[in-house]
Structure formats: structure tokens, C-alpha cells
């Protein structure tokens, strides 16, 4: 992980510093924001595997200026995934 994070897991939130680890377990509603303006990279390990087409899908999608709720959503949805509350803020 490089960047700074802030982490939502259920009802807790966390930041990430470089190097950070969050364990996000499935069935828990989670979300994570970058913290800075520069890109952050950050390593999602699904097992068992196969989650990377709703990465591949969704990045494209929000690095956008104005990314589009509804169609993140639909996307989320596609993937048998549900987009729930406001984007994370960083305060």
C-alpha cells in the first residue's frame, strides 16, 4: 500500500498509513478514500479469487472528474454487490 488511507469496516473507522493492513471480511460493509491528492495504490485479496472484473469494471469508472453514482451502482450490482450510504469524506 502506498498513500494515506481512511477505512470503513462496519461501524469502525481506521486510517492507513503506507504499509497498512485492513482486514475487510466479506459480508461486512466496507469502503475505503484515498486521504491525499496524489495517486495511492492499495493490494485487495479476495479468496477464493475472481473479484478482479469488478475492478477492472469499476476503476475505469471512478477515475473520472465527476464519477456517476448510478453507474458505479450498477456496476456494484452486476457484480452481486451492493453500493450503500455516501462516499467515505476525510474528515
Known sequence: MSGRFKVRIGDEHHTLEPGGFAYMPSGIPHAFLNLTDQPA???VVY?????????????????????????????????????????????
Open 41 to 43: 495504490e492499495l493490494i
Open 47 to 91: 479468496t477464493p479469487g475472481g473479484c478482479q472484473k469488478f475492478y477492472e469494471e469499476l476503476g475505469p469508472a471512478t477515475r473520472t472528474e465527476a464519477p456517476d453514482r448510478h453507474e458505479i451502482g450498477a456496476i456494484f450490482e452486476r457484480h452481486g454487490m451492493s453500493l450503500l450510504g455516501p462516499p467515505l469524506s476525510d474528515d
